[in-house]
C-alpha cells in the first residue's frame, strides 16, 4: 500500500531508547496516535510496524471497512509522521508524562505488621500501584485471612525461575470439589490493570463469604484459581527498566531479540492469523507451540482443572479497549456451540460493569470483534479443556491511558468489574 511505503521511505531508522539515571526507558515527548488503514492492508501495516521506531500499543481489526492502530511515536519522528498526513487522532500528547502521572510504586506493609495476624488487608492496597514483591506479600495476607477455605497455589516458574503465584479460595464442599472458574492477570506485562482487578475480586470473594449469601453461594458453588501474575518476569521489566513492556524475557538462540507473547503460545491453532514468527514482534509466538515457561505452568494448572472438576468459567484479564471477548479467537467465522448463551452472559455482564460509573463494553466473540489471536489462552482453554466458557476481558480504558491507566482510576475499575462478575457467577 502507498501509504505503508510512504511511511517506511520517511521514517527514520530505529531510534536508540533513552534511559534515565535509573536505567529506565524515558518516553518523554512520545504522542500516541491512533491511525486508520483500509481492513485490506492493516496485516500489512502490522508487519511493518517492526521496522518503525513507533511502538505497537494496540490494533483492532474488527470493523469492516477499517482498521486502527495504536501507536507511540517518539519525538524524532513526529516531523516525518505528520508529513504522511494519515488519517489519525492524538490520543497521548506526551507517553512520558502519563507514565509519570502513575506515580511512584507505593509501599505495602504487610498487616500482619500492623494489627492482628489472619486481618484482612486494607483496601488502601487499590489506591496505588505496587511492586510485584508487595503483590506476593498482598497475596499471602489475603490467603492468611481466609485460611480454612484457601491455599497459595504455584503453577510453574517463570523463564527467569519466579514462581507463577496464585490462591485457590474454596466455599463449604471442601476444596477440589466444585468445577473450577480460573482467572489470569498479567500475562502481558504492561497492563498493570488485570492484576489489581483480580486481586479486587479475590478480597470480595473473602470479605464477603461469611456476610453475604450471594457471595457464600459463589464460593460454594465453584473453586476459585486465581493468579493474579502470570508473566512475572515481564512485570517486573516494566517496574526496573521498560515500562511498555508487553512479552515474557525469554531469550532464544539465534537472535538478540528477546521475548515471547505467553498469549500467542498456547498450543491450539497456533500458526494461524494473529501471531508473528519474528522475534522483536510484539505478538511473536515462538518456535514451537507451548514453548513458553510460562505458557507451560498455567496451561498444566488448566490442563488439571479440567481433568478434575471441569473448568466452568475461564477469564483471560487484559487491558485496553473495554471489551468482553468470547472465543473463538483463532477464527472469524467460527462458533461455539453455545454462542447464543455466550452473547447473552457476555451483553450482561457488560450492562452489569456499566452501572455504577456508566463505563461501556463492547461484546463478541474476539476475531470478529477485536482482531485474530492464533495460539491465544480462551480458545485453548474451551476447546482442549471444554470450558463452559473461554473470555478474555480488556478493561479501562478506550485509548486516553490506554496501558498506564492512573491510579484513580483501580478502584473505579475494580468495583465496576466486581459488579460484572457478581452478575456473571450468579448466572452462568
Known amino acids: 500500500m502507498k501509504f505503508l511505503r510512504s511511511l517506511l521511505v520517511l521514517a527514520p531508522l530505529a531510534v536508540a531508547l533513552r534511559l534515565d539515571r535509573r536505567g529506565m526507558v524515558v518516553y518523554d515527548g512520545y504522542k500516541v496516535f491512533r491511525v486508520v488503514a483500509p481492513a485490506n492492508s492493516a496485516a500489512e501495516f502490522e508487519a511493518q510496524l517492526e521496522s518503525l521506531e513507533a511502538i505497537d500499543l494496540s490494533h483492532n481489526h474488527g470493523h469492516v471497512d477499517e482498521a486502527h492502530f495504536d501507536i507511540a511515536v517518539p519525538p524524532e519522528s513526529l516531523a516525518s509522521f505528520e508529513l504522511l498526513n494519515l488519517t489519525s487522532e492524538v490520543l497521548t500528547e506526551d507517553l512520558g508524562a502519563d507514565i509519570a502521572r502513575e506515580g511512584p510504586l507505593a509501599e505495602y506493609r504487610s498487616e500482619s505488621d500492623l494489627v492482628a495476624a489472619a486481618a484482612l488487608p486494607s483496601l488502601s492496597w487499590f489506591d496505588a500501584y505496587h511492586a510485584y514483591d508487595d503483590h506476593l506479600t498482598y497475596l499471602k495476607d489475603i490467603q492468611s485471612s481466609f485460611s480454612s477455605n484457601s491455599e497459595l497455589i504455584t503453577a510453574g516458574k517463570s523463564f527467569e525461575g519466579r514462581d507463577i503465584q496464585g490462591i485457590h479460595l474454596w466455599g463449604s464442599g471442601g476444596k477440589d470439589s466444585k468445577p473450577a472458574v480460573y482467572f489470569h492477570g498479567n500475562v502481558h506485562a504492561r497492563e498493570w490493570i488485570t492484576s489489581k482487578t483480580v486481586e479486587y475480586i479475590t478480597y470480595q470473594l473473602v470479605a464477603n463469604y461469611a456476610n ?217
Not at 498444566?300 to 466452568?312: F, P
Not at 461501556?360 to 489471536?373: K, S, V
Open 212 to 428: 453475604d449469601t450471594t457471595v457464600k453461594g459463589f464460593l460454594d458453588s465453584y473453586d476459585f484459581y486465581i493468579l493474579p501474575v502470570v508473566n512475572p518476569d515481564g512485570f517486573v521489566f516494566t517496574q526496573t527498566t521498560n515500562r511498555m513492556w508487553r512479552k515474557n524475557r525469554q531469550t532464544r538462540s539465534g537472535t538478540s531479540a528477546v521475548g515471547t507473547d505467553i498469549n500467542r503460545n498456547w498450543p491450539y491453532k497456533w500458526d494461524g492469523e494473529g501471531s508473528s514468527t519474528s522475534p522483536g514482534a510484539e505478538t511473536y509466538r515462538g518456535v514451537a507451540a507451548g514453548d513458553t515457561p510460562e505458557n507451560t505452568g498455567i496451561r498444566t494448572l488448566g490442563d488439571e482443572l479440567a481433568a478434575k472438576n471441569g473448568i466452568k468459567l475461564y477469564i483471560d484479564w487484559h487491558s485496553y479497549g473495554q471489551y468482553i471477548l468470547t472465543p473463538y479467537g483463532y477464527s472469524c467465522t467460527a462458533e461455539v456451540s453455545n454462542q447464543d448463551k455466550q452473547d447473552s452472559l457476555s451483553k450482561n455482564t457488560a450492562s452489569a460493569i456499566a452501572k455504577p460509573y456508566g463505563t461501556r463494553f463492547t461484546t463478541g466473540p474476539t476475531c470478529a470483534t477485536l482482531y485474530a489471536t492464533a495460539g491465544g489462552s480462551n480458545d485453548y482453554v474451551t476447546d482442549v479443556n471444554k470450558a463452559e466458557y473461554g473470555w478474555a476481558i480488556e478493561l479501562r480504558d478506550t485509548g486516553r491511558n490506554g496501558f498506564v491507566l492512573p491510579p484513580d482510576q483501580i478502584l473505579p475499575t475494580s468495583i465496576e468489574s466486581w459488579e460484572g462478575m457478581k452478575y456473571l457467577f450468579a448466572n452462568m
